[in-house]
């Protein structure tokens, strides 16, 4: 079980570093204010706030909301939730009048708007409830609502548990008159995208999506640039999600802060995201792929040289990806025009895409559990891959792809995780053993293409939506253009005892639960083990058997 969050944050605007409208951001509160034995608080957390930085703004603009990814010294991904709006701030200049000599100095007062943000640090990767949690919190300051801040605070971050991967759905609210559910997914190996892969395709389109893959998964460069933070964020996810089953071992910032460029000058390859007010500056950058996310284009250096994926797996994938996203095309120079073909919906054709990736790579990987050698000399068994052997078998020892592919920190993990004989399997294992009869299978009737991709489909969209059972969540908000209002108060100082007491009552219940029904287990075991022992014997005076519990 996991907490939904672990921490929860009050940033703002650092009036005391004000230079010209522009300044650093600062941690007003967070909460709990000790940190958790298994997991630290995250120091500089005021710079992801504000990607772009904090600047003050001569309108009010609408709350805004996106999330960042930090990853920890053990690798391990944290995801900062930020909701961010903007209080009055009365700003008063002075000039100085050099004609009358006594100087006379005259102030002139302007009003000003600071933003503020209210940030979640969490271990589990839910956007859509974070958002929902973050603006319930907003949403209970802007109308000043009887339920007090505190509690919902208090709520978050002690009282809601979330089971791992496979577990059951979960049915919360965090005390504003809210219902929300979480629905684990049922593998813990396998990337959720919702329909961040297939929004991906939408914005870049094919061909440029597949040079992209190939210049991640090739150890290449990545920038993103975009106007909307969030869309940054889901396009690293989702290009992340398609290197699947190998994963992504480099540096990885979907939301790089601008204090933070300096970064982008690392020789080592990285894969992140910046503001699209940074365009001019990330131009000068000579080995980095850049990805216009709003313009739809990639642009690709002249010293960068991108492999491509071999034939004919190319040509198959660029089919298979034509069929999902534009079915018509296949059809369009008939004679006779059939009837429109049925699109699925834009969750199923991220599945679909996501499907064909995990189809290339079992295809690529073809054969590589025999050139596998598990050594045991070593205090651990040590799990060796024959390289030369398994180009050699495929006849691509020249091939620049896959050799770099192989000689990547991602196949390395690869094989250290999947190696091993005895192991959990998930979808990937299954489409590798079956893949070859099935391909021989489409050889011979090429629209049996199609229908296996959307079967594999569906085993990912069940993987993410395991419970068929729709859940109506009830999320209470604003009144339109409630933001806009000309008298609004500021963010409270919230009540750190109030909320630490809420913290700990929630720990206790849940403790409780747990001792609870291990208690219960532990007496139910204790009763089999007492008639788990039986002796038969055989009594040959009445020739009756004797059953004996002991």
Not at 329 to 334: E, Q
Not at 390 to 417: A, K, P, Q, W, Y
Request: glycine share 6%.
């Amino acid at each position: 079980m996991f907490r939904l969050a672990d921490y929860f944050i009050v940033a703002g605007y650092d009036h005391d570093k004000e230079q010209n409208g522009t300044s650093s951001g600062k941690i007003l509160q967070r909460f709990p204010e000790k940190d958790w034995d298994n997991c630290p608080f995250t120091l500089g957390i005021e710079l992801f706030g504000q990607p772009a930085g904090w600047c003050l703004s001569t309108t009010r603009q609408p709350p805004t909301f996106f999330v960042s990814v930090l990853t920890d010294i053990d690798a391990d991904r944290h995801y900062c939730a930020c909701l961010t709006f903007y209080e009055t701030v009365a700003m008063s200049s002075s000039r100085v009048d050099d004609d009358d000599e006594d100087s006379t100095v005259a102030l002139r007062q302007s009003t000003m708007y600071a933003p503020k943000s209210l940030v979640l640090i969490s271990r589990l990767c839910y956007f859509e409830t974070f958002r929902n949690c973050l603006s319930l919190i907003y949403t209970v300051f802007i109308e000043n609502q009887q339920c007090g801040v505190e509690t919902l605070i208090g709520n978050i971050l002690g009282c809601i548990l979330i089971p791992g991967p496979g577990g059951p759905q979960v049915r919360f609210t965090i005390g504003a008159g809210d219902r929300q559910a979480i629905q684990p997914p049922l593998s813990s190996t396998i990337p959720v995208t919702g329909t961040g892969v297939a929004m991906l395709f939408k914005q870049l389109g094919i061909r440029n999506v597949l040079e992209l893959f190939s210049a991640a998964i090739t150890d290449h460069k990545v920038l993103f640039h975009s106007q909307s933070f969030l869309r940054l964020t889901e396009a690293s996810q989702s290009l992340a999600a398609l290197m699947y089953p190998l994963k992504y071992s480099y540096v990885y910032i979907p939301l790089l802060p601008q204090s933070l460029s300096e970064v982008l000058c690392t020789p080592t390859p990285f894969m992140a995201g910046v503001h699209s007010s940074m365009k001019n500056e990330i131009n000068d950058l000579l080995d980095v792929i850049i990805v216009d996310l709003d313009g739809g284009s990639i642009y690709l250096p002249e010293c960068v040289i991108l492999p491509h994926i071999p034939d004919p797996i190319l040509s198959r994938v660029y089919t298979a990806l034509t069929m999902i996203l534009d079915p018509d095309l296949m059809m369009a120079d008939y004679a006779f025009q059939p009837p429109p073909l049925k699109v699925s919906n834009l969750v199923m054709q991220d599945k679909e895409i996501r499907a064909v990736f995990i189809r290339l790579w079992a295809e690529l990987f073809t054969g590589y559990r025999s050139c596998l050698t598990l050594i045991r000399i070593h205090p651990e068994p040590y799990i060796t891959f024959h390289k030369a052997k398994f180009l050699g078998h495929h006849n691509l020892m020249e091939d620049d792809f896959l050799t770099r592919i192989l000689d990547g920190m991602g196949f390395g993990s690869f094989v250290s995780e999947r190696g091993p004989p005895f192991r959990s399997c998930d979808i990937f294992d299954e489409v590798y053993a079956s893949l070859p009869e099935v391909l021989k299978d489409e050889r011979a009737n090429p629209d049996k293409m199609i229908e296996n991709i959307r079967e594999l489909a569906t085993q990912l969209f069940i993987n993410e939506n395991p419970n068929t059972q729709p859940y109506a969540q009830k999320i209470p908000r604003p009144p339109e253009g409630a933001y806009s209002r000309i008298h609004q108060p500021s963010f409270p100082i919230i009540d750190w005892i109030h909320v630490q007491e809420i913290i700990d009552e929630g720990l206790e219940k849940t403790s409780s639960k747990t001792n609870q029904r291990f208690s219960h287990q532990h007496y139910y075991q204790a009763r089999r083990l007492r008639w788990v022992v039986c002796v038969s014997t055989f009594s040959p005076m009445d020739g009756k058997m004797v059953l004996v519990g002991i």
